[in-house]
């Protein structure tokens, strides 16, 4: 019995329009400037959804909506939309031909100063298009995408975008998949030419040929015919390769394989299924998405090798108060309701939008939800099913779907949504601190009020995005994940709030560590005539592992320090970590122990051991000799050959290290460690030394220690004016 003859699980509701098993949540994710946007316009428009494509360089795509998006020909914003796919029977094997599937897609952003939108997207998803580059491979952001969707367990397609251009390289693409991502990577499909001789794919189970019409314009006429002659042997042996992969992965292909039996293709086609819904395996395509060619075959792939909700696997939540009880969040429309809040969006037209993930039940409008978090239940408005920026009313949404709340109040990105009878916390998903922060000031007192709203919905939006008074300068500091990230910030103010603001310099998220070990001691103590003031502790200080964060234990034995004291003088601590003692920054990776002191029976109070707290950390960090860490990034840049001289010479300039240097068709790339605090300003830098022909990208990579003249200045500047910090 066929896939399509099956009757639906019971899972669905009977008024649901698309049954669980025939939805796919899926999301467009790499680089930037591999083609993300690009292909989900095309996707949209042979789905139907959109009767004329637009593209990034005209500023007219359907998933890049906001002004700076067009403007700038990036994504900032992760856009949800929603289209509808039946499989032609066009004499290719399909799993699901005549059966119509309704196709959740989340477009995420490629810059890494928006990897929060990412890191949510890839939270809700089932599965993902990871997208890569015909002539770059496995870029640096690629990598990013990848491991934040294997940290979520999202199985993946991959398609190589961008074959049409000069030096595409398909076989290099997956041989980079394999080594650099580790990943199962074996191509389904092969490129027919390439470069400006692109013609169409070969679908390598079928062995058949997709060549596209040249005279069609917009891709959608193609004909099914026999393989070329002089491809027919790459064909076959692309098969084989094929055909072990998914013998190696699976016994029901391997016994065929054994037993020298030829492998139907539906069968060969539900194995390659099951390992990619495993993650044991990454199906591979190509084609343009810019020339429109090989976009019709990745739809079908989507349909075809990425899980429904159904297939996905179930979500695990914790019991509030089980002290670590897991419970089975499977899809049924039948269960009690259970959903995650994965992002805030401020809509100019409706106010506040809580887009949610519904894992389980149904929820219309007029329900009431239940937040765990909060310990309060909201009733439901409207419901609203999202169309990038448009909305579109429903009556109800049910488990497997992604749409937005309008009018909830006190909520955070993460949040857990739910029926109260059942309370549950799903896990939110995590997201990096800011590197970078910056001091603003509004331009007039009208601006001063509409500043502190319009600072605090972003903040609520982006959960990388921070602002806070920095106490000492009485200064505004916003901070974030760049550069970039901090100029959309103030752009939005503007154009969103209408409010003008001056910025001052960037300044950089250092650190603070120990990498000795030390004793501290801290008194404080206060006579005033009446009752006094007596606090006594001594701390012991080591280094931690890096990346290990903070660790304070309580190592108070016999009562020379009564208990309840205890959790004030952790309490110092902690505040003096976040104060540090160098130079002002937070302390990282240390290791605290309060050890020792003593009390007085009248005088002791918990302010007192607060202090005493404060000021024993304080003592050890000096006796251990704290250093300042700087955070460091990882930079690729490719460049023409005759250029890589000079820009070599500029990144040791910068106090980079050169970490490899690899040849690619006619270009050099360079990956290098270089100090965020050197790369203001790079992006104007490498554009003078290339001519305009060198590109880069970085990501944060690790905090190390800066060097003693640089500490000098770092100091110097904490000395007099404070620098604003994160």
């Not at 929603?82 to 399909?94: N, Y």
């Not at 934040?148 to 190589?160: E, H």
């Not at 910068?654 to 290098?672: E, P, Q, S, Y």
Request: charged share 30%; with cysteine.
């Amino acid at each position: 019995m066929t896939a399509e003859a099956k009757e639906l699980s019971p899972l669905n509701s009977p008024d649901r329009q698309y049954p669980l098993e025939r939805t796919r949540n899926i999301g467009i994710a790499a680089h930037i400037d591999a083609g993300k946007t690009t292909t989900t316009e095309r996707i949209l428009f042979y789905t139907g959804l959109i009767h004329k494509m637009g593209d990034v360089d005209d500023g007219n795509t359907v998933t890049d909506w906001m002004e700076q998006e067009r403007e700038r020909g990036i994504t900032i914003t992760s856009a949800a939309t929603t289209c509808f796919w039946t499989q032609k029977d066009d004499g290719l094997p399909k799993l699901f031909t005549s059966i119509a599937h309704r196709i959740n897609i989340i477009d995420t952003p490629g810059h890494v100063d928006f990897t929060a939108e990412v890191e949510r997207s890839m939270r809700v998803l089932d599965g993902a298009v990871a997208v890569f580059c015909g002539v770059a491979g496995v870029q640096p952001q690629s990598e990013t995408v990848w491991r934040q969707a294997t940290k979520y367990q999202v199985p993946r397609i991959a398609f190589v975008n961008k074959m049409d251009r000069i030096g595409a390289n398909f076989d290099n693409a997956v041989a980079e998949m394999r080594k650099k991502l580790n990943a199962p990577a074996f191509p389904v499909v092969l490129p027919i030419g390439k470069e400006d001789a692109l013609k169409g794919v070969i679908d390598i189970i079928a062995g058949k040929a997709i060549v596209y019409d040249e005279t069609d314009e917009v891709g959608l006429r193609y004909s099914i015919t026999d393989v070329p002659e002089d491809l027919k042997e790459r064909t076959a042996v692309a098969y084989q390769e094929l055909l072990n992969g998914v013998a190696d992965r699976d016994d029901e292909i391997a016994e065929y394989v054994l037993n020298e039996k030829p492998v139907p293709t539906d069968v060969l086609k539900r194995a390659i299924r099951r390992l990619t819904c495993a993650i044991r395996f990454v199906p591979v395509l190509c084609g343009s998405a810019f020339k429109k060619k090989g976009v019709q075959p990745l739809v079908d792939a989507v349909i075809d090798y990425l899980p429904s909700p159904v297939d996905a696997k179930a979500m695990q939540g914790d019991l509030p108060g089980g002290e670590g009880v897991k419970v089975e969040i499977a899809p049924d429309d039948q269960g009690k309701f259970c959903s995650l809040a994965f992002k805030l969006w401020t809509d100019p037209f409706v106010g506040k939008l809580v887009f949610f993930r519904v894992y389980r039940g149904r929820l219309a409008k007029g329900d009431n939800i239940y937040n765990p978090r909060t310990r309060k239940r909201e009733r439901v408005s409207r419901v609203l099913m999202i169309q990038a920026d448009k909305r579109l009313d429903v009556e109800a949404v049910y488990s497997g779907d992604i749409a937005a709340l309008v009018g909830l109040k006190n909520i955070t990105t993460g949040d857990t949504l739910c029926d109260e009878e059942e309370e549950v916390l799903l896990e939110p998903p995590t997201f990096p601190e800011p590197v970078i922060s910056m001091a603003v000031e509004p331009k007039s007192k009208t601006d001063r009020d509409k500043m502190s709203v319009g600072l605090q919905r972003l903040a609520e939006e982006d959960p990388t995005f921070r602002c806070f008074t920095n106490e000492e300068t009485g200064q505004l500091i916003i901070a974030g994940m760049g550069e970039l990230h901090l100029e959309i910030i103030r752009d939005r103010l503007l154009r969103e709030f209408k409010v003008e603001a001056s910025a001052g310099a960037p300044q950089i998220a250092y650190r603070e560590t120990c990498t000795q070990s030390a004793q501290g001691e801290g008194k404080f103590i206060r006579q005033s005539g009446g009752r006094g003031q007596y606090g006594h502790a001594v701390v012991e200080l080591v280094p931690n592992e890096r990346g290990k964060g903070v660790e304070i234990e309580n190592k108070i034995v016999g009562g020379v320090i009564p208990k309840e004291y205890v959790p004030a003088v952790i309490d110092g601590i902690e505040e003096a970590v976040k104060g540090g003692v160098v130079a002002g920054y937070p302390l990282v990776d240390i290791k605290v122990a309060v050890t020792f002191g003593s009390f007085h029976e009248v005088d002791s109070s918990e302010l007192a051991f607060k202090m005493a707290g404060i000021f024993a950390l304080k003592d050890a960090v000096r006796k251990a000799g704290g250093i300042i860490l700087e955070p460091i990034m990882k930079v690729e840049v490719t460049t023409p050959d005759e250029y890589q001289g000079d820009i070599l010479g500029d990144l040791n300039r910068r106090r980079g290290k050169i970490v490899a240097i690899d040849n690619k068709a006619d270009a050099t790339i360079l990956r290098a460690d270089v100090p965020l605090a050197e790369m203001f300003g790079y992006a104007t830098a490498v554009r003078s030394l290339s001519k305009g022909r060198a590109a880069y990208s970085m990501e944060p990579s690790h905090f190390e220690p800066v060097p003693a003249s640089v500490a000098a200045t770092i100091l110097e500047s904490a000395k007099g004016k404070p620098a604003a910090r994160s």
